[in-house]
């Protein structure tokens, strides 16, 4: 669902925003919280036998969010006869680097360009490409429970200095209180779902991993998107010690062969990096493409795993002394729950 160019690393930016900020990954309470555990595609039949969804019966109720940046729209609406609400994304695809598509699709005898504006050398049109290239990615979510809604709509951020104090009192038990599904990570682990996403793994229990493509990925090598998953269970980074660093060196660097091998995507080209807080509480490690501006590699949300290992190689229990930065939604749990023990400040103060 990522879009390519001058995107905001969020869902929830703001319409036109001067500056980017984080993906809404935060929790927000979904209890399948990851996109693999909730998307149907539009095309797939329902596991109760109901007809196939359809978009052309789909109609709007409300629009979440317009999100100019990222050249994507999340709607609210229901489809006829069905009771339950859905949220859909409609997002532009990236472009192809093969100039013979780039011909085919965008520059032939079909293709209309309506010009709207000249000015000296420059001239703006609108292009209306042939039919089999204009397609947008669409992302449903059916049924989309009031969490879904809440994810997709636009909503107001906070910064939140966590130390590790505020981290036992407040997000621990908020983590432990919530109910996350994980069984789509069980799922790829245990070979039962996504297998042909599979590009490497080391079956250790201890330092072992599976490196799969990312669901969302569209295949271009500038927008390579992968996911480490290891077999140890750890919540997140602020679980992780010293005696992590033989994984989390193994993932970097058996990681990286992978890829280099694979994709032809040297290490000096990837961004290798964990969330905190993550969109689910099972320690993953993110490699992307240096060229590519994904979702959530901002300062209030990326740890590069070089600056991890480096981390606990000084101090084996950093990130049980290490003040964490990142940002919470408004009227999401974790904010109400750090806005009631009054480490959230809402308001202006006056002077």
């Given amino acids: 669902m990522t879009s390519m160019a001058d995107k905001c690393a969020s869902v929830n930016d703001v319409d036109c925003p001067p500056t980017k900020k984080t993906k809404l990954d935060n929790e927000n309470t979904i209890e399948n919280s990851d996109e693999k555990n909730t998307v149907e595609n539009a095309d797939e039949k329902q596991p109760n036998g109901e007809t196939e969804l359809n978009l052309s ?24 006869d069905r009771e ?81 104090e505020l981290y036992e009192q407040v997000t621990l038990p908020h983590i432990e209180s919530k109910s996350f599904s994980l069984e789509w990570v069980t799922n790829i682990l245990e070979h039962k779902a996504e297998q042909e996403t599979i590009i490497y793994e080391d079956r250790d229990n201890d330092t072992g991993f599976v490196l799969v493509t990312d669901l969302k990925w569209d295949g271009q090598r500038d927008t390579l998107k992968l996911l480490a998953l290891p077999f140890q269970k750890i919540k997140s980074l602020r679980e992780l010690d010293a005696s992590h660093l033989p994984l989390l060196k193994n993932i970097r660097d058996a990681g990286i062969k992978a890829i280099s091998e694979k994709f032809n995507v040297p290490a000096s080209q990837l961004r290798i990096y964990l969330h905190y807080q993550p969109s689910y509480y099972y320690l993953h490690v993110h490699f992307c493409n240096l060229m590519f501006e994904a979702p959530g590699i901002y300062a209030e949300k990326a740890h590069l795993l070089s600056t991890v290992i480096r981390n606990l190689e000084l101090m084996s229990d950093y990130y049980k002394k290490a003040v ?16 009631s023990h009054g480490a959230l400040q809402t308001m202006c103060e006056s002077h």
Wanted: proline residues 3%; contains cysteine; hydrophobic residues 30%.
């Fill in 57 to 80: 019966n789909f109609e709007v109720t409300r629009v979440l969010q317009n999100n100019c940046a990222r050249k994507m729209i999340c709607v609210e609406g229901k489809f006829e």
């Fill in 84 to 164: 339950d609400p859905a949220v859909v994304l409609l997002e532009q695809k990236s472009f192809s680097y093969d100039k013979s598509t780039l011909k085919k699709g965008y520059f032939n005898e079909n293709t209309v360009f309506r010009k709207y504006l000249a000015n000296d050398i420059y001239k703006n049109y609108d292009c209306f490409p042939t039919e089999e290239y204009n397609s947008l990615h669409a992302t449903v979510i059916y049924p989309a429970t009031q969490s879904h809604i809440d994810k997709y709509k636009k909503q107001e951020l906070y910064i939140i200095d966590e130390t590790y």
């Fill in 324 to 339: 964490l930065t990142y940002v919470v939604f408004k009227d999401s749990p974790l904010y109400e729950k750090f806005k």
